[in-house]
């Protein structure tokens, strides 16, 4: 069932034995793979159907570090979306940021979650394993195609096998035809479910605790039109993505000084993004006339591939993982005359003949603490304070990019690739857009002096609260976080149903 908060009435209180808040790609796997499995799941959206701009307006930060890329109907990103979701990062609607996501999957390796000696803060505290089979059944169940069949693939193998001689690694992904939108996904199961209710127009503005202030009794929920709602259940979870969780649990500071999870000064800390240039090219050598369809971006679905510096020369020069992605732009008439006439080698895929290839080059950003969120004095349409986000990068991270685009370029030529045209705007993190992959401020860890979550995404200090996005990654080498936080919220609901019983509902929306 799918009720707006406006069609409540008189009601005030409402219940579930699970409630989830927001409905993006982490929110809607939680809430319908628990009510699957029997449990009564309560899921609030701050938005609505359909976009509305002045609900969106109370997404709007105060930026005090580096800017992140905003709205802009003429931006570069996005160009397939309505102009009122261009540029923007994050969506209040419901599906949450899943409705402007561009369908990229890749998993997290075991390198990955392992901590790395030359990056600080940069280890998990669960390993691969603990996911692995999370990754299996959630790339079952949303059609993704198959990463370890598509490595044994003969022309992967030589591709990897080639890049590797020269200190290279290919990195695949697979790209949807039509990117997952969790309101097109589940909204038929939203709609039908007898155990799952969606409450929309139901912004979370507040967490209760009990006496104790261990336990979260209920969740605070306003519209903009003035109706408020306390959300009651058993269980609490967070899945509204890096800002909203941060702002949500500093802000609910009433029965404890500074916040929910904040009790060592860590919620909103350690924030990473992965910064991003997206305005080079590479003039392809000889290596694209045998590899050139590994490279296509297009028609999807399909695999592509993306490259890095393999691991040991990343340890060598205590690196960062930067990652380089390749699309084809096909030449025009009037390039192809000019390239005849100069005697140049064509280079085809299965689309066309390429001239050149953008260069996308996307950087991991080490995790240092003073990178962070904090709320600020402004105030919102609801009254609430609203964050400060305060993006830094730190001198490791301006060290490993030059240092990598320096290898890059040489070990991209040497090997036949192609050779950079960057002109008067190389990749500098100064000049980098965000990749609107907001990361790390509720981190995951053994011990609540070195993180927020612990290893099962509960809020260290209380029973019942969770917290599933890409806020709980304590670092984020990989380039798209969607795949690992969709096996992180399976892995949830699995812990959920093995440590919760189900228990009779008698209130309902």
């Known amino acids: 069932m799918i009720t707006d908060i406006l069609e409540l009435g008189e009601q005030t209180t409402v ?3 699970v409630v989830v808040v927001g409905s993006g790609i982490a929110g ?24 509305e701009p002045s609900i969106q307006a109370l997404n709007d930060v105060i930026f005090v570090g580096k800017r992140h890329r905003e709205l802009n109907p003429n931006s570069y990103y996005h160009q397939y979306l309505p102009p009122e979701l261009r540029g923007v990062s994050r969506v209040r609607q419901l599906g949450g940021t899943s409705n402007i996501w561009t369908g990229k999957w890749t998993p997290f390796q075991p390198l990955d979650f392992e901590g790395r000696p030359w990056v600080a803060n940069s280890g998990w505290p669960i390993r691969y394993e603990d996911l692995q089979a999370h990754y299996q059944s959630t790339a079952k169940d949303y059609g993704i195609g198959d990463l370890d069949e598509e490595a044994k693939r003969p022309e992967i193998k030589g591709l990897r096998s ?9 990195i695949s992904f697979y790209w949807q035809q039509t990117p997952t939108r969790t309101a097109i996904q589940f909204g038929e199961e939203m709609r039908r ?24 009794t209920s969740v605070v929920c306003r519209s903009l039109e003035g109706r408020e709602v306390s959300v009651e259940g058993d269980t609490i979870i967070l ?14 500071d009433r029965q404890i000084s500074g916040g929910i999870g904040n009790q060592h000064g860590l919620v909103g800390r350690f924030y990473t993004d992965h910064p991003k240039h997206h305005r080079g090219y590479l003039r392809p050598g000889s290596l694209v006339q045998h590899y050139a369809p590994e490279l296509q971006f297009r028609p999807k679905p399909r695999f592509s591939v993306c490259f890095a510096l393999d691991d040991a020369t990343q340890r060598e020069h ?3 993982q930067h990652t380089l992605f390749l699309e084809p732009i096909y030449e025009r008439l009037v390039q192809r005359v000019w390239r005849t006439l100069q005697g140049r080698s064509a280079y085809r895929d299965n689309n066309g003949t390429i001239a050149t290839y953008r260069v996308n080059f996307v950087t991991e950003q080490a995790p240092h603490q003073d990178s962070r969120l904090r709320l600020g004095t402004e105030r919102d349409a609801l009254g609430q304070r609203k964050l400060e986000v305060d993006w830094r990068l730190s001198d490791h991270d301006y060290r490993s990019i030059a240092k990598t685009l320096e290898l890059l370029t040489q070990r991209v030529a040497e090997v036949g690739l192609g050779t950079f045209e ?20 509720t981190r995951m860890a053994n011990r609540p002096e070195e993180g ?21 990654f304590p670092a984020g080498p990989k380039y798209s976080p969607t795949f690992t936080i969709l096996a992180l919220a399976r892995r949830l609901g699995q812990h959920l149903l093995e440590t919760t019983s189900v228990s009779p509902v008698t209130l309902s929306v």
């Open 452 to 472: 927020v979550v612990d290893t099962d995404c509960r809020v260290f200090g209380t029973d019942n609260l969770y917290v599933v996005s890409s806020s709980v």
């Open 162 to 170: 080639t890049m590797a001689a020269a200190g290279l690694k290919v």
């Open 15 to 17: 219940r579930g034995q």
């Open 193 to 216: 479910s007898e155990n799952l209710r969606v409450l929309l127009g139901a912004t979370a503005t507040e967490l209760k605790l009990d006496e104790s202030g261990q336990r979260v």
């Open 422 to 441: 960057f002109g008067d705007d190389p990749p500098r993190l100064d000049a980098m857009t965000d990749a609107a992959h907001q990361m790390g401020t």
């Open 28 to 51: 809607a796997e939680v809430a319908t793979y628990l009510a699957r499995h029997g449990r009564d799941v309560l899921l609030v959206e701050s938005g609505r159907d359909r976009f």
């Open 318 to 320: 205590q690196l960062l």
């Open 239 to 252: 899945a509204m993505g890096a800002f909203e969780t941060a702002r949500l649990l500093l802000s609910s």
